[in-house]
């Protein structure tokens, strides 16, 4: 029966992981405008990301979808069944445990450090006190935004780029042979494996390490990662520290500490002793007993002696300098009453600190966006912008007929918004390097921001113009000239601009719609909606 | 009963012509047949762009003029942007569907299907109709792959040498399907300037030289016949557009085996007749086409 439980978690593990890799590749874009809410379920099923979204926007956020109720179930589970949504559940679990089983397995044979579990509640307390703040600790390490943004930026390209490599290679080796099979191996590879664009993220390198380091510190001891570091698991940890369940030990024990051996997390140190802030119901104590003498039952709550969570106090007051040092530098940067020019947000992104208190910076409106415009933001936005979405038109512009991105997000920091409204909302407004520009500067005809432009009328001018060359002929040419009220931001004149480097047309963020009085003219062109209302979203 | 033949059956001819044949047949037949045909044909009226295409198509001699059974075949229409059939900045397509269709009843082996887009591949072909349409009508619909282009030798005055789609190269008969749009830079997007779907490398650069990047590459790829879908036009805001207040509805289909007399005749259908992109010239001195298209046989056809 034991045995039974073991296999049972597994396949529960693996099936619950297989359902996260389904969601993922779902929300690859397919050319058809269609987002199903389960494709964010699982970056909405973290109750600690749900708690500081509500500390953070100071607001029970109406943009949540029906899936936070999973975070909720996910919140009131342990009492009842202690951390098993870590044991069982946890994606990113399953795999710290695949990677820490794999090492028990290995020939490696080094010491085991002992790892303190207490990390986890100095961390999540210190990033409960800072999402009021609007400090992202919780965004940034919760497992499940932080297993979907390295997914989509460092995983996924990843793997697309090895498979890239490969079908070019068949592809070549097709070319040399002649033989038809490589040629159907490529063709396969091409429309039915690969992403139609190879993903590109900018210091994809620092997700990749984050990933690693996460992943890798669980060969150092079982599971290290979960017992020691995850604030989702010191969240759950700290809702059971009272529980329902109880770990009870039969009198045929014989006190051989199989079970204490076997606890992946940390039981204590004799068989007696059991803890369900830690206790992952693993049943791995269990299927070691060889007297059968572990059982799990019900019991009152308030019934018998427990190790509740205990954080020393003293590390509270380290706990609350440290926030207040922290805040304090998040601050700092602040010097500039502008906005950062470059931070060009997607379409139905709220103002600045009301988007940054509800981002998860899990990256779904990354792995959605058809263009590959939106990218993780690195200092852009201050530190605690770090992996907010931002669109960089260098890699891709934003398309003015989707609104994925707005669709996709779990949390409405991007607002949704439909395929009407996308095209009433400015991102920014374009500018003209004359220096660059080849009809401005050099006398070349050129216009091809003009040809892409989406709006009409077009945001971007024609201005007829006689140029004197060197050799003293006139030439008859057409100048780029910007509409400033016409122009929304979407950046395909920047991402098409001839002039390679550093393009001579390009977007910055004054005048986006969440932000008009960041607009140089008096009169802004906001038309419908409540985006136009004339109060400055960096002054909060 | 001569009908067109392939660029394979042609190589063929031509290896036997070298063993002795005085006359390459196949320039031959077509010569003779043409001569009874109009080059270019135009036709409007009804609210069916399937019909005009069918009209016009048979005008030309029928589908089988320029298809021969087992032919591969290439339509390129304009799926460029990410765009309704309604806002016209994409060819029509049931136009193409239809023409697909007739490549197929005339005996293609396969017809294939698709653009280099501006807009992501994946929105345009959806947003346009074509890809659906195309398929139903029984096309082989591809998306562009980067890895499928050759380097081919032009020895144009501007491009030396470019990028070009495989398919293009190695098909049977080439039907170019391009849409009658407003440029700003070339005053008109006609069925020349359709072929900057079917290279690769950075298109940017032909914007400094357009009208000779487009006789350039005119030399290298030759269509066997050209349908100009001008059931809906955009007058302005092009080639984009956007607003349905710039599109405007001429019901016409302009077929013929002379692109730049069909650009010449598409020119007249906008409101500004007068209005003609620079390469018209350029082409007639090079021998590339009349744009004088009523000093080629002809034909107004009413639908």
């Given at each position: 029966?034991?045995?039974?439980?073991?296999?049972?978690?597994?396949?529960?593990?693996?099936?619950?992981?297989?359902a996260?890799?389904?969601t993922?590749?779902q929300?690859?874009?397919?050319?058809?405008?269609?987002?199903?809410?389960?494709?964010?379920?699982?970056t909405?099923s973290?109750?600690?990301?749900?708690?500081a979204?509500?500390?953070?926007?100071?607001?029970?956020p109406?943009?949540?979808?029906?899936?936070?109720?999973?975070?909720?179930?996910?919140?009131?589970?342990?009492?009842?069944?202690?951390?098993?949504?870590?044991?069982?559940?946890?994606?990113?679990?399953?795999?710290?445990h695949?990677?820490?089983?794999?090492?028990?397995?290995s020939?490696?044979?080094?010491?085991?450090?002992?790892a303190?579990?207490?990390?986890?509640?100095?961390?999540?307390i210190?990033?409960?006190?800072?999402?009021?703040?609007?400090?992202?600790?919780a965004?940034?390490f919760?497992?499940?935004?932080?297993?979907?943004?390295?997914?989509?930026?460092?995983?996924?390209?990843?793997?697309?780029?090895?498979?890239?490599r490969l079908?070019s290679g068949?592809?070549?080796?097709?070319?040399?042979?002649?033989?038809?099979?490589?040629?159907?191996?490529?063709?396969?590879?091409?429309?039915?494996?690969?992403?139609?664009?190879?993903?590109?993220?900018?210091?994809a390198?620092?997700?990749?390490?984050?990933?690693l380091?996460?992943?890798?510190i669980?060969?150092?001891?079982?599971?290290m990662?979960?017992?020691?570091?995850?604030?989702?698991?010191g969240?759950?940890?700290?809702?059971?520290?009272?529980?329902?369940?109880?770990?009870?030990i039969?009198?045929?024990?014989?006190?051989?500490?199989?079970?204490?051996?076997?606890?992946?997390?940390?039981?204590g140190?004799?068989?007696?002793?059991?803890?369900?802030?830690?206790?992952?119901?693993?049943?791995r104590?269990?299927a070691?007993?060889?007297?059968?003498?572990?059982?799990?039952?019900?019991?009152s709550?308030?019934?018998?002696?427990?190790?509740?969570v205990?954080?020393?106090?003293?590390?509270?007051?380290?706990?609350?300098?440290?926030?207040?040092?922290?805040?304090?530098?998040?601050?700092?940067?602040?010097?500039?009453?502008?906005?950062?020019?470059?931070?060009?947000?997607p379409?139905?992104?709220?103002?600045?600190?009301?988007f940054?208190?509800?981002?998860?910076?899990?990256?779904?409106?990354?792995?959605?966006?058809?263009t590959?415009?939106?990218?993780p933001?690195?200092?852009?936005?201050g530190w605690?912008?770090?992996?907010?979405?931002?669109?960089?038109?260098?890699?891709?512009?934003?398309?003015?007929?989707?609104?994925?991105?707005?669709?996709?997000c779990?949390?409405?920091?991007?607002k949704?918004?439909?395929?009407?409204?996308?095209?009433?909302?400015?991102?920014g407004t374009?500018?003209?390097?004359?220096?660059?520009?080849l009809?401005?500067?050099?006398?070349?005809?050129c216009?091809?921001?003009?040809?892409?432009?989406?709006v009409?009328p077009?945001?971007?001018?024609?201005?007829?113009?006689?140029?004197i060359?060197?050799?003293?002929?006139?030439?008859?040419?057409g100048?780029?000239?910007i509409?400033p009220?016409?122009?929304?931001g979407?950046?395909?004149?920047?991402?098409?601009?001839?002039?390679?480097?550093s393009?001579?047309?390009?977007?910055?963020?004054?005048?986006?719609?969440?932000?008009p009085?960041?607009?140089?003219?008096?009169?802004?062109?906001?038309?419908?909606?409540?985006?136009?209302?004339?109060?400055?979203p960096?002054?909060? | 009963?001569?009908?067109?033949?392939s660029?394979?059956?042609?190589?063929?001819?031509?290896?036997t012509?070298?063993?002795?044949?005085?006359?390459?047949?196949?320039?031959?037949?077509?010569?003779?047949r043409?001569?009874?045909?109009?080059s270019?044909v135009?036709a409007?009226?009804?609210?069916s762009?399937?019909?005009?295409?069918?009209?016009?198509?048979?005008?030309?001699g029928?589908?089988?003029?320029?298809?021969?059974?087992?032919?591969?075949v290439?339509?390129?229409?304009n799926?460029?942007?990410d765009?309704?059939?309604?806002?016209?900045?994409?060819?029509?397509?049931?136009?193409?569907a239809?023409?697909?269709?007739a490549?197929l009843?005339a005996?293609?082996?396969?017809?294939?299907v698709?653009?280099?887009?501006?807009?992501?591949?994946?929105?345009?072909?959806?947003h346009?109709?074509?890809?659906?349409?195309?398929r139903?009508a029984?096309?082989?619909?591809?998306?562009?792959?980067?890895?499928?282009?050759?380097?081919?030798?032009?020895?144009g005055?501007?491009?030396?040498?470019?990028?070009?789609?495989?398919?293009?190269?190695?098909c049977?008969?080439?039907?170019?399907m391009?849409?009658?749009?407003?440029?700003?830079?070339?005053?008109?997007?006609?069925?020349?300037?359709n072929?900057?779907?079917?290279?690769?490398g950075?298109?940017?650069h032909?914007?400094?030289?357009?009208?000779?990047?487009?006789?350039?590459?005119?030399?290298?790829?030759?269509?066997h016949?050209?349908?100009?879908d001008?059931?809906?036009i955009l007058?302005?805001?092009?080639?984009?557009?956007?607003?349905?207040?710039?599109?405007?509805?001429?019901r016409?289909v302009?077929?013929?085996?002379?692109?730049?007399a069909?650009?010449?005749?598409?020119?007249?259908?906008?409101p500004d007749?007068?209005?003609?992109?620079?390469?018209?010239?350029?082409?007639?001195?090079?021998?590339?086409?009349?744009?004088d298209?009523r000093s080629?046989?002809?034909?107004?056809?009413?639908?």
């Amino acid at each position: 029966m034991t045995i039974g439980w073991r296999g049972a978690r597994r396949a529960v593990q693996l099936s619950v992981l297989a359902a996260f890799t389904y969601t993922f590749i779902q929300a690859e874009y397919r050319g058809l405008d269609v987002v199903r809410g389960w494709w964010s379920a699982f970056t909405s099923s973290d109750p600690l990301c749900l708690t500081a979204v509500v500390a953070g926007s100071r607001s029970w956020p109406l943009g949540l979808s029906a899936w936070w109720l999973l975070a909720i179930a996910v919140g009131l589970s342990p009492p009842f069944l202690a951390r098993a949504f870590c044991g069982w559940v946890c994606p990113l679990g399953t795999l710290n445990h695949a990677v820490s089983a794999a090492r028990e397995r290995s020939r490696i044979k080094w010491a085991q450090r002992t790892a303190s579990r207490y990390w986890k509640y100095r961390f999540v307390i210190l990033a409960l006190v800072l999402s009021f703040f609007g400090v992202p600790l919780a965004f940034w390490f919760s497992s499940l935004p932080l297993l979907y943004r390295s997914a989509t930026l460092a995983v996924h390209p990843a793997v697309n780029l090895a498979g890239q490599r490969l079908s070019s290679g068949l592809l070549s080796w097709h070319e040399a042979t002649g033989a038809e099979p490589l040629y159907s191996g490529y063709q396969w590879l091409r429309d039915s494996v690969l992403s139609f664009h190879q993903p590109y993220f900018q210091h994809a390198g620092l997700n990749i390490v984050v990933l690693l380091v996460v992943l890798g510190i669980n060969v150092l001891a079982f599971r290290m990662w979960c017992r020691s570091f995850c604030p989702l698991g010191g969240f759950l940890g700290i809702i059971g520290h009272r529980s329902l369940l109880r770990r009870t030990i039969q009198p045929a024990c014989n006190h051989c500490a199989a079970c204490v051996k076997a606890c992946p997390a940390d039981m204590g140190a004799t068989p007696e002793e059991w803890n369900p802030s830690e206790c992952l119901l693993c049943f791995r104590c269990a299927a070691a007993c060889r007297k059968q003498a572990v059982e799990f039952s019900w019991r009152s709550p308030w019934r018998g002696t427990l190790r509740p969570v205990n954080v020393p106090r003293r590390d509270l007051s380290v706990i609350a300098i440290a926030g207040i040092a922290i805040l304090a530098a998040s601050r700092l940067n602040r010097i500039s009453p502008a906005p950062n020019g470059r931070l060009i947000r997607p379409p139905g992104a709220l103002p600045e600190p009301e988007f940054l208190a509800r981002c998860l910076r899990c990256g779904e409106c990354m792995r959605i966006c058809p263009t590959n415009a939106i990218q993780p933001a690195g200092l852009a936005a201050g530190w605690e912008g770090a992996w907010t979405p931002v669109i960089v038109p260098e890699t891709g512009y934003c398309e003015l007929e989707c609104n994925l991105c707005s669709r996709i997000c779990p949390t409405g920091a991007l607002k949704r918004v439909t395929a009407g409204e996308r095209k009433t909302l400015k991102l920014g407004t374009a500018v003209i390097d004359r220096g660059r520009c080849l009809p401005h500067a050099m006398a070349i005809p050129c216009l091809v921001c003009e040809e892409h432009c989406p709006v009409t009328p077009k945001a971007i001018w024609v201005r007829e113009k006689d140029e004197i060359l060197r050799d003293g002929t006139y030439v008859k040419l057409g100048q780029p000239i910007i509409d400033p009220q016409r122009c929304v931001g979407c950046g395909v004149c920047e991402h098409k601009c001839p002039v390679q480097g550093s393009p001579a047309i390009y977007v910055r963020s004054f005048g986006e719609t969440r932000a008009p009085a960041s607009f140089f003219l008096s009169e802004f062109p906001a038309k419908d909606g409540d985006w136009g209302t004339a109060h400055d979203p960096y002054s909060s | 009963m001569s009908h067109r033949i392939s660029r394979r059956r042609a190589i063929g001819l031509m290896a036997t012509a070298a063993a002795g044949l005085a006359v390459q047949p196949s320039i031959f037949s077509r010569g003779m047949r043409a001569a009874s045909l109009p080059s270019v044909v135009r036709a409007t009226g009804g609210d069916s762009p399937r019909k005009l295409v069918e009209a016009a198509v048979s005008s030309l001699g029928g589908m089988s003029r320029f298809v021969a059974r087992g032919n591969i075949v290439v339509v390129k229409p304009n799926i460029g942007w990410d765009r309704s059939p309604e806002q016209a900045a994409n060819t029509n397509p049931e136009a193409v569907a239809t023409v697909v269709e007739a490549c197929l009843n005339a005996g293609a082996k396969r017809v294939h299907v698709f653009d280099r887009t501006c807009n992501d591949a994946r929105r345009t072909y959806a947003h346009s109709g074509i890809a659906a349409a195309a398929r139903a009508a029984g096309a082989e619909v591809s998306y562009v792959d980067e890895n499928l282009y050759k380097n081919v030798t032009l020895n144009g005055v501007y491009l030396k040498e470019w990028n070009v789609y495989k398919l293009i190269l190695e098909c049977d008969t080439l039907i170019n399907m391009p849409i009658a749009k407003h440029h700003g830079l070339s005053s008109r997007t006609l069925s020349m300037k359709n072929w900057m779907g079917v290279i690769g490398g950075n298109r940017g650069h032909f914007h400094h030289n357009m009208d000779q990047s487009l006789i350039d590459l005119a030399a290298a790829v030759k269509p066997h016949v050209t349908i100009l879908d001008a059931y809906r036009i955009l007058i302005a805001g092009g080639p984009t557009g956007g607003s349905l207040d710039l599109v405007q509805t001429p019901r016409t289909v302009i077929a013929g085996v002379d692109q730049i007399a069909v650009d010449a005749w598409a020119c007249t259908l906008f409101p500004d007749a007068r209005t003609v992109p620079g390469y018209l010239d350029m082409a007639k001195k090079l021998g590339l086409g009349e744009p004088d298209f009523r000093s080629l046989p002809h034909l107004e056809i009413a639908v």
